[in-house]
């Protein structure tokens, strides 16, 4: 190969094999420079991540779930509410429920339920401010908060999903129940980035009447409140997808 000096360059690296599905990193390293040692060897490598699924799977489109931490004592709510509603009016693929956590000032806030301290970590030890918000619970760079709770206005980082999920609920008028059936459908053995892959399954309620929303007189109308985590744990149940 005769690489220009100061010109980019794409280079086809043949008979590169992958044996195995799932998360990969691939290290590149360079040796010699049109056929001469490099003077400066700092910069001579590069690493990427990769993913590799079996031939004929199918990319799923993902859904992207975007968490908003908020409170009854959180002035500025309604407007953040509606910059939301807004901005997602067009979004047809993304979850937006809301977590209710207590507030400095020790402000009672009707919705929030014991399992929502757990979620207060998503701040990264921080402390808890408004507005905050998680999207797919990723980090990102150059934000000045710890995370993955963090100031965002709009930043959807679109990962392919090799998972499709179909939700059942059915509810019992006779004793008021209402029994979840959830099924998971996997294109690959592992997914992308993760290591240990959990569902969580929450209730949501839409259309609480709140009348103690501070900046709102009158009544405030919630949406999108969790009401209760349906999986063992907060952080979901473990699931292994090792056999599709």
């Not at 360079?30 to 590799?52: C, I, L, P, R």
């Not at 956590?101 to 970590?121: A, N, R």
């Amino acid at each position: 190969l005769n690489v220009p000096s100061h010109e980019i360059t794409t280079i086809d690296v043949p008979g590169v094999k992958i044996n195995n599905e799932g998360n990969l990193d691939v290290k590149l390293t360079v040796k010699k420079v049109n056929g001469v040692d490099d003077s400066d060897v700092a910069d001579n490598e590069m690493t990427s991540s990769s993913f590799a699924y079996r031939e004929g799977g199918q990319i799923l489109r993902r859904n992207v779930l975007l968490e908003q931490f908020t409170s009854e004592g959180y002035s500025e709510a309604e407007f953040v509410d509606e910059s939301y509603k807004e901005f997602l009016a067009d979004q047809s693929n993304v979850i937006w429920v809301k977590h209710h956590v207590k507030t400095k000032g020790g402000f009672i806030d009707q919705f929030v339920t014991d399992f929502e301290k757990k979620y207060v970590s998503l701040y990264g030890g921080a402390s808890t401010f408004f507005p905050a918000a998680c999207f797919d619970r990723m980090k990102f760079l150059g934000m000045q908060d710890p995370g993955p709770a963090y100031f965002v206005e709009s930043n959807v980082n679109m990962i392919p999903s090799f998972a499709e999920l179909n939700v059942r609920p059915k509810h019992n008028e006779a004793d008021n129940t209402i029994t979840v059936k959830v099924n998971l459908n996997t294109q690959a053995n592992v997914m992308p980035g993760q290591t240990d892959l959990r569902l969580t399954t929450w209730l949501v309620e839409d259309g609480i009447v709140s009348t103690e929303q501070k900046g709102v007189s009158g009544e405030y109308i919630q949406d999108g409140v969790i009401r209760a985590v349906l999986s063992e744990d907060v952080w979901g149940d473990k699931v292994d997808i090792s056999s599709y």
